[in-house]
């Protein structure tokens, strides 16, 4: 008798951890870190369903924080058994998990030297780099499309997701009393999106689902020409004399915009100049993408083919100096600056911005989510003024948006990849999302014809 536990994710979009009891252990889908407010997060990110020693696996599916960020805590508290995921994930995880304990041991250094009353307020990192490097070093690539075993008659395959590169919707077949198969989507990606395949459509019919649902009441615009518009805005502020910032993810807007921008140099819409990639974690993530051309799509493929790297040419600069970070700013002649983070909210992209805009030549492009109360939504907002490093400066410079790169499905991309497997569901579990998200999808579920939607609170178990 098999039955499923959820834990993470359930009526929220971070933390992402469910439980699959079988005759013989608990295997758990996803590890993620729960982001929220600082108390909240470390309680909830410090404690497990059961003890970690005692989870006979992990199935991942893809690398995003959310979705991984809590593998080394697990690990810190004794989980030695192996994690089955993408070669291209595990290699992610290996940059973006090092990354994540740095971020936990600043945080800890930060909050001991700064906030802490008295000794016994002092705290210790969720986890630490030492602990990342232990995770690395249980993680079991597998091949897409593969049946792995990972329990006694229990085993999994990796389906393209078409999220984020090595990105997979992972279908379990379990073999004991009676044979039963469950696919958990982990996070959904779109068609026609840059770099990737496109996510498996429609997905394989089974008995059980559990799916995200964070776009699922909302349809995205058009991906529109991206690459077109990218192209035009630059060649426009080269005519002006000025410099493009562009503030982008590490890891997926990072890469589809240098990957755009080779394309272009390549075809001679985009006049050579120089593109600086200025962020470490971005060219750490760059390294794994130009690893793993088994997840890039018929046409990444071609280009890769005709120019050997998708990511570079003699105009591309990667940085990751403090030194040479800060000699672009002596640049005086157009060119392009993509540097992390995303949100404006803190990393070398601040420097750049400090910089660039109070000219009225330069412009800033958009291509990525700016959350509320980030400097990067006060610059979609186009304020007059922002505070950058405590200091107010003008935005003289032009914004321009760019809306489209995201990586994730909506209600369209739901309903084609999933209502044709709706109506054979026993029933279908409604995960990661949260106010009008999850009864957005549980509509299109049942309306593609299936008769049993749950949307689980965290501790809610059902038997399989
Ligand atoms: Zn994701």
Same mark, same amino acid.
Request: hydrophobic fraction near 40%.
């Given at each position: ?5 959820f ?20 295997v ?7 982001q ?19 989870l ?21 508290q004794?989980?030695?058994? &192996?994690?089955? !995921?993408?070669?291209?994930?595990? @290699?992610? $995880?290996d ?6 304990? #740095? /971020? ?10 700064k ?27 597998? &091949?897409?499309? !593969?049946?792995?075993?990972?329990? @006694?008659? $229990? ?7 078409? #999220? /984020? ?38 997905? &394989? ?34 005519q002006a ?5 562009i ?11 240098v ?37 890039y ?6 280009f ?15 940085i ?48 990525g989510y ?18 950058i ?14 809306n ?12 084609r ?19 009008a ?17 749950h ?10």
């Amino acid at each position: 008798m098999a039955e499923l536990e959820f834990y993470g994710a359930a009526q929220t979009v971070t933390g992402s951890m469910h439980l699959l009891h079988l005759r013989d252990g608990v295997v758990s889908l996803d590890c993620g870190l729960f982001q929220g407010r600082r108390e909240e997060s470390r309680t909830r990110n410090s404690t497990f369903p059961l003890p970690p020693q005692e989870l006979a696996g992990l199935l991942l599916s893809h690398a995003h924080i959310d979705h991984s960020g809590n593998i080394p805590g697990l690990v810190r508290q004794g989980f030695t058994s &192996p994690v089955y !995921t993408t070669a291209a994930t595990c @290699d992610l $995880c290996d940059v973006m998990l090092a990354d994540s304990a #740095h /971020i936990q041991e600043e945080d800890a250094r930060y909050w001991n030297e700064k906030r802490a009353r008295n000794a016994s307020d002092r705290i210790t990192p969720l986890y630490t780099l030492q602990d990342a490097r232990a995770a690395a070093a249980i993680f079991h690539p597998v &091949p897409y499309d !593969t049946w792995q075993e990972f329990a @006694d008659r $229990c085993s999994a395959q990796w389906i393209e997701a078409g #999220h /984020i590169l090595g990105s997979a919707c992972i279908l379990v077949a379990i073999h004991q009393s009676r044979p039963m198969h469950l696919l958990f989507t982990g996070d959904l990606g779109r068609r026609h999106m840059p770099i990737l395949r496109d996510p498996t459509c429609p997905l &394989p019919r089974v008995d059980y689902l559990i799916t995200e649902c964070t776009y699922a009441d909302r349809r995205h615009a058009n991906p529109t020409d991206m690459k077109a518009q990218l192209v035009r805005i630059i060649n426009e502020t080269v005519q002006a004399g000025g410099k493009v910032i562009i503030p982008a993810f590490s890891v997926g807007r990072t890469q589809t915009a240098v990957y755009y921008l080779c394309q272009a140099l390549a075809e001679k819409t985009l006049r050579p100049l120089p593109i600086f990639v200025d962020s470490p974690l971005s060219v750490q993530a760059t390294e794994v993408f130009k690893k793993h051309p088994e997840c890039y799509d018929a046409e990444a493929r071609d280009f890769w083919f005709r120019q050997g790297d998708i990511f570079g040419t003699q105009q591309v600069r990667y940085i990751t100096a403090v030194e040479e970070s800060k000699a672009i700013n002596e640049l005086k002649e157009p060119c392009v600056v993509i540097a992390s983070a995303g949100m404006c909210e803190a990393g070398r992209i601040l420097h750049h911005l400090k910089n660039n805009v109070e000219n009225e030549a330069n412009t800033v492009v958009i291509i990525g989510y700016q959350a509320q109360h980030t400097l990067g939504r006060r610059i979609v907002e186009r304020r007059e003024e922002l505070k950058i490093f405590g200091r107010m400066y003008k935005l003289l410079c032009r914004v321009e948006i760019l809306n489209g790169f995201s990586a994730h499905a909506d209600a369209d991309d739901f309903a084609r990849c999933l209502g044709p497997i709706a109506s054979d569901l026993r029933a279908a579990f409604v995960v990661h999302g949260e106010g009008a998200q999850p009864a957005a999808m549980t509509d299109i579920l049942k309306r593609a014809g299936c008769k049993t939607v749950h949307v689980p609170a965290p501790g809610d178990r059902f038997e399989l």
